[in-house]
Nanobody, 113 residues
Framework: QVQFVESGGGLVQPGGSLRLSCVASGIIFSIYPMGWYRQAPGKVLEIIAS???????TYADSVKGRFTISRDNAKNTVYLQMNSLKLEDTAVYYCNRLIGGSWGQGTQVTVSS
């Protein structure tokens, strides 16, 4: 059974940082490109960062230069380092394979002063 468990969210002030983690199980993690997604209140789910099996990365314009995606295949884990957080980064954050599939519970990130 495929499972993703996200963690690391919380409440942070504008300009602050958080590091999200997502542990995968039930898949051969290393063979899949992975992505971080988020859904803000009242908005659709969007992909914000992706990483290939070999570590090549892409970012949405809204997070480019502020967020960094990385992966540790030995730990079946993908990370999202978020710096210079803005109010508009408030959302529930999820990870998943780029091919989709079942979703985890996500982790809430709230940016507020």
């Amino acid at each position: 059974q495929v499972q993703f468990v996200e963690s690391g969210g919380g409440l942070v002030q504008p300009g602050g940082s958080l590091r999200l983690s997502c542990v995968a199980s039930g898949i051969i993690f290393s063979i899949y490109p992975m992505g971080w997604y988020r859904q803000a209140p009242g908005k659709v789910l969007e992909i914000i960062a992706s990483i290939t099996q070999s570590g090549s990365t892409t970012y949405a314009d809204s997070v480019k230069g502020r967020f960094t995606i990385s992966r540790d295949n030995a730990k079946n884990t993908v990370y999202l380092q978020m710096n210079s957080l803005k109010l508009e980064d408030t959302a529930v954050y999820y990870c998943n394979r780029l091919i989709g599939g079942s979703w985890g519970q996500g982790t809430q990130v709230t940016v507020s002063s």
